[in-house]
């Protein structure tokens, strides 16, 4: 079955500190697909990112980064010299053959506070 | 609209009583989903719709859930006989298509409380 663990349930950073979300998966299926979303107080989960399970050359966009690493099934984010808008629950989230759909299985989040 | 849109954004309701949340996906998405959220946890699955038929409906807990979208497009989550462990977000989502690995958006969620 699939399962997603995102070990760390809170950061505090302060403004300009990187941070790395950890992110550990379990499938069986050797073709999924893992995600990170970001949800502000609002409540909306925002995407951020998806990443094919045959595409392990890691991926920057702006002051995001993730390091997808299947030889330990982790797909980490890292966020560079963090900002308070910044603050958010993040999610790691997987889909693999499991069933007919995109279903997402969904980590517990990572509570993340980023102070001035 | 823009983005995938939920009403109620708050609901609160007495234990033992109906519910209804609504959810209007992205427009053009055939692929429909909701996901509750309870405090301090992921989303968790509940039911996904191809079109206006429920092709997996095995999150949802137990037979007072039940979810329709008789359009295609707008979908109903009806809850009966509410009772207090149902308090949570209601999440819905959309894509594209169905198929596997495919993107899902999300809307801002409809919070039930039950008293």
């Known amino acids: 079955a699939q399962k997603v663990t995102q070990a760390q349930t809170e950061i505090s950073v302060v403004e300009k500190e990187d941070v790395t979300l950890d992110c550990v998966y379990e499938?069986?299926?050797?073709?999924?697909?893992l995600f990170w979303y970001k949800q502000p107080p609002s409540g909306e989960l925002v995407f951020l990112i998806r990443?094919?399970?045959?595409?392990?050359q890691n991926e920057i966009s702006g002051r995001y980064s993730w390091n997808f690493q299947k030889s330990t099934s982790s797909f980490n984010f890292t966020i560079t010299a963090s900002q308070v808008v910044d603050s958010a629950v993040y999610f790691c989230?997987?889909?693999?053959?499991?069933?007919?759909?995109?279903?997402?299985?969904f980590g517990k989040g990572i509570t993340l506070s980023v102070r001035p | 609209g823009a983005g995938v849109s939920q009403t109620p954004s708050n609901k609160v309701t007495e234990k033992g009583k109906y519910v209804e949340l609504r959810c209007d996906p992205i427009s053009g998405h055939t692929a429909l989903y909701w996901y509750r959220q309870s405090l301090g946890q992921g989303p968790e699955f509940l039911i996904y719709?191809?079109?206006?038929?429920?092709?997996?409906d095995s999150g949802l807990p137990n037979d007072r859930f039940f979810a329709v979208r008789p359009e295609g497009s707008v979908s109903t989550l009806k809850i009966q006989r509410t009772e207090r462990g149902d308090s949570a977000v209601y999440l819905c989502a959309s894509s594209p298509s169905g198929g596997y690995g495919n993107t899902i958006y999300f809307g801002e969620g409809s919070w039930l409380t039950v008293v």
């Open positions: 719709f191809q079109g206006t038929g429920a092709a997996d």
């Open positions: 989230a997987l889909s693999d053959t499991t069933g007919a759909n995109s279903k997402l299985t």
């Open positions: 499938t069986r299926d050797t073709t999924y697909y």
């Open positions: 990443r094919n399970s045959f595409d392990e």
